[in-house]
């Protein structure tokens, strides 16, 4: 009797360990279902030439101190999903730039990203998106270059937050359909509610 208890005990943890795991893969690509949709050659000229112009990621903020603090801050929470300090901090500048550079709160792309990928710079979805922001390879095609590298932590980062800066001019600033777009659920409110409770929670600032 003590044999069979010992076996359906171990039969129910690797259930319980293979229903965590699938859990945990679902939440490391969550979305991804971006529609490809035919741009006007002005506006895939215009979202090239953003791809295309790489400089140093650096912190955008009015006073050294300012972005200190801000990258402490955002270190402490960013920790439990990211241990390495300096991919960490690497990730933290970077984003930061990229939102800065595409006229986007940071605060919200850490939200998307905590949404999308669970910072899981390998994350790809079952739609094939890829990456932190969960990229769409037909952007490649569309904007970019055959070179790129979506698993790239700058590629990515840029990429998708060119991405949300169109769909939110597209939407004329209205962000809640901007994020519906880029998760492909438009008109549905289960993922730009999530977004902005992450963005207003974890990664609020100041």
Known sequence: ????????????????????????????????????????????SGLHRSIDAVNAPRLVFDDAASGQAWLGAMSRRLATRVPDEWMRLRVLTTIQYEAKRAGLDPQLVLGLIEVESGFHKYAVSTAGARGLMQVMPFWVRSIGDASHNLFDL?????????????????????????????????????????VFAAWHGRWKWP
């Open 1 to 44: 009797m003590m044999r069979c208890v010992r076996i359906s005990w171990t039969v129910s943890v690797a259930k319980a360990a293979l229903c965590g795991l699938l859990l945990l893969a679902a939440e490391a690509a969550l979305a991804g279902a971006q529609r490809e949709e035919a741009l006007s050659f002005s506006v895939a």
């Open 154 to 194: 700058t590629t990515n980062l840029r990429y998708g937050c060119t991405i949300l800066r169109y769909y939110l001019d597209r939407e004329n600033g209205d962000l809640y359909r901007a994020l519906g777009r880029y998760n492909g659920s438009l008109g549905e409110r289960d993922y730009p509610e999530r």
